[in-house]
C-alpha cells in the first residue's frame, strides 16, 4: 500500500494471531482470546491467544534448551551478527506494516510509528556490530606464575516484559542486545499492543535465528507477567513499566531465584528552561517534550521549571504551541498526536487533569476530551500556579498534562529538578555553556538533553537513577547487563608445593 497517495483504513476484519515458540506460531486453539479495538477507531484490529502458565513453561523449556545446547551461545559472534544484520533488513521491507499495526493497537500516529520502526533498524544494525566487539580483558601484571582473564558469558534465559506506549521501540531497544550477547529469551509484550511482538518473532525466524532463541507468551500481566517474575528457570528478568510493578518485581526475585533484573520503571521528568534560551526553540522543545505519543511516554518532560523573569511569557508560549498541535486519526498523515491508548489510562488522564483544578492549579489550555465521533482523545493539556505538594506536580500521569513552576537562580532549579523520587530523564534549554553543564551535573538523571529533548539513538546507553530503575539498556552496556562476568586464573609452570 502507498501511504502516501492512499489514505490508510482500519482492516474490516480483525487479524489473528498465535502465541510464539521454538520458531512457531501456536494457534489459540481451546484458550480464551483477547480482542483489541483500535483505540483510534473503536473497531477490532487484533485477537490474541490468552497463554496459560503452562504455556510459559513450555517456551522457558524451549529456550533453555536452545541455551544449554548452545545452538545461539556457541556460535561466533560474527554468525550472530549475520542474523540481526538479516533482521534489520527484512523490518525494513517490512517497515509499512509494522508501523500499520504499531498504529492500530497502541494509537500513536502513522508518521510517528514509521519514524519508530526506522529507529528500530539502527538497534538492529547497531547491535550487530557489538556482537562482534564484546570482549572480556586479561592481567599480565600477576607475575610469572599467572596469568588472569575475565570473559563475558551470556546470562542465559531472559524473560523480558514489554509495555503498550511503544510496543516496538522498547522491545527493539532490548532484544537485539540481548541476542547480541548471546542469550535466549521468552518476551510477554502487553495484551493490548502485542502484534509487532509476535511480527518480530517471526521475522528473527526468516533471518536465520534458531529455533527456541526467542519465544513470545501472550496474555496478562497478572498471570503471566507474575509467573515470569517467579519463574525458577529465568536466569534474567527486564521489565519496563511503572515503579510499583518494578517493585513487585524485586520481591519475586528475591523470592525465587534471585534472578537479575534490567528495570525501567517511571519518571516525573523536568524541563529546565533558563530566560537566555532560545525561548522560541525551548517552547516547541516542551511542547514535544510533553505532547510526543500523546505524553504516554516514560521519559516525557511533564515538569516545565522556567525562569521567573521570564516565566508567563514562556508559559503563554508553550501555550500556543500546544494549541496548534495536529490531534486526530492516528492513520491520517498529518496527524501529531493521537489516541490514547487504553481506557483506564483515558480515565487516569482525565481524574488528573480534574484533581489539578481542585487543588488550585490554573488550567491554561486543554484539559478536555475531544471529540472525533470515534476513539478516545485529550488536547495537550497545561497548567499553572502549580506547588511542588500538588498530585500534577509529583505523580507520573502518562498522559499529555504539563505544569509550570518557576525559580529564581540556578541553584534553586537543580533543588526542584531533583525534588522527585524518580530520575529517569532531564532537558535544560540555555545558550550559557557553564549553566548547561552546572546542571547536566547535577540533576539526577540517567538520560539528558542540552537544547533538544526525547532525541538519541542505539550508541547511548538508556536507564535511571533512583526509582526510575536498575541497569542499562542500548549501547555496549545494553550488551554487557545480559552477560555474567567470570574470573579466570591460569597457573603457569610448576606448581609450589602447599604440602612438603
Not at 545461539?72 to 509499512?96: F, Q
Not at 517471526?202 to 526467542?214: H, K, Q, R, T, Y
Not at 483506564?344 to 482525565?350: L, Y
Not at 505523580?395 to 533543588?415: H, K, N, R, Y
Request: glycine share 10%; charged share 20%; hydrophobic share 40%.
Amino acid at each position: 500500500m502507498d501511504a502516501v497517495s492512499k489514505k490508510l483504513m482500519p482492516p474490516t476484519q480483525p487479524r489473528e494471531f498465535g502465541f510464539y515458540v521454538d520458531g512457531r506460531f501456536i494457534p489459540p486453539g481451546k484458550r480464551e482470546v483477547f480482542e483489541r479495538a483500535s483505540p483510534g477507531h473503536d473497531v477490532p484490529v487484533t485477537r490474541i491467544p490468552k497463554c496459560t502458565e503452562d504455556d510459559l513453561d513450555v517456551a522457558v523449556a524451549s529456550a533453555r534448551l536452545a541455551f544449554e545446547d548452545r545452538r545461539w551461545s556457541g556460535l561466533a559472534g560474527g554468525d550472530r551478527a549475520a542474523v540481526l544484520l538479516k533482521a534489520a533488513e527484512i523490518i525494513r521491507a517490512r517497515h509499512e506494516e509494522i508501523a500499520y499495526w504499531e498504529c492500530l493497537e497502541n494509537g500513536k500516529p502513522i508518521a510517528q510509528a514509521r519514524a519508530e520502526v526506522g529507529g528500530c533498524i539502527g538497534m538492529f544494525e547497531y547491535a550487530s556490530g557489538l556482537a562482534r566487539a564484546l570482549h572480556g580483558d586479561s592481567f599480565n601484571n600477576l607475575g610469572d606464575s599467572m596469568f588472569g582473564i575475565v570473559t563475558r558469558e551470556p546470562v542465559g534465559v531472559v524473560g523480558l516484559i514489554t509495555p503498550w506506549n511503544f510496543p516496538f521501540l522498547i522491545l527493539c531497544e532490548r532484544v537485539p542486545y540481548i541476542l547480541a550477547s548471546g542469550c535466549t529469551l521468552v518476551v510477554k509484550p502487553s495484551e493490548v499492543t502485542s502484534a509487532t511482538t509476535l511480527i518480530l518473532a517471526e521475522i528473527l525466524s526468516e533471518a536465520g535465528l534458531p529455533d527456541g532463541v526467542m519465544n513470545v507468551v501472550t496474555g496478562s500481566g497478572s498471570t503471566i507477567g507474575q509467573a515470569m517474575t517467579e519463574h525458577m528457570d529465568i536466569d534474567m528478568l527486564s521489565f519496563t513499566g511503572s515503579t510499583n510493578v518494578g517493585r513487585s518485581c524485586v520481591a519475586a526475585s528475591g523470592k525465587s531465584n534471585f534472578k537479575k533484573l534490567g528495570l525501567e520503571l517511571g519518571g516525573k521528568n523536568p524541563q529546565i528552561v533558563f530566560a537566555d534560551a532560545d525561548l522560541e526553540d525551548a517552547a516547541d522543545g516542551v511542547a514535544f517534550g510533553i505532547a510526543f505519543n500523546t505524553g504516554q511516554c516514560c521519559v516525557s518532560g511533564s515538569r516545565l521549571i522556567v525562569e521567573r523573569s521570564v516565566a508567563d511569557e514562556f508559559a503563554g508560549m508553550v501555550a500556543d504551541k500546544l494549541a496548534k498541535i495536529r490531534v486526530g486519526d492516528p492513520l491520517d498523515e498529518q496527524t501529531q498526536v493521537g489516541a490514547i491508548t487504553t481506557d483506564a489510562q483515558n480515565r487516569t488522564i482525565m481524574s488528573y487533569i480534574e484533581r489539578g483544578q481542585k487543588e488550585g492549579a490554573t488550567l491554561v489550555c486543554g484539559g478536555v476530551q475531544l471529540d472525533f465521533g470515534q476513539g478516545q482523545y485529550i488536547a495537550p493539556t497545561l497548567f499553572k500556579d502549580v506547588d511542588s505538594d500538588m498530585a500534577i506536580a509529583k505523580d507520573e500521569i502518562f498522559g499529555p498534562v504539563l505544569t509550570v513552576q518557576s525559580f529564581e537562580t540556578v541553584d534553586e532549579a537543580i533543588q526542584m529538578a531533583n525534588d522527585t523520587v524518580y530520575g529517569l530523564a532531564a532537558s535544560v534549554w540555555t545558550k550559557n555553556i557553564d549553566k548547561a553543564l552546572m546542571v547536566t551535573r547535577q540533576v539526577q538523571a540517567g538520560r539528558f538533553w542540552v537544547n533538544t529533548t526525547l532525541s538519541g539513538g542505539p550508541e547511548l546507553p538508556l536507564g535511571g537513577f533512583k526509582q526510575s530503575g536498575w541497569g542499562r539498556e542500548a549501547g555496549m552496556m545494553g550488551v554487557e547487563e545480559y552477560t555474567q562476568v567470570k574470573s579466570v586464573h591460569i597457573e603457569i609452570g610448576k606448581r609450589s608445593p602447599w604440602v612438603a
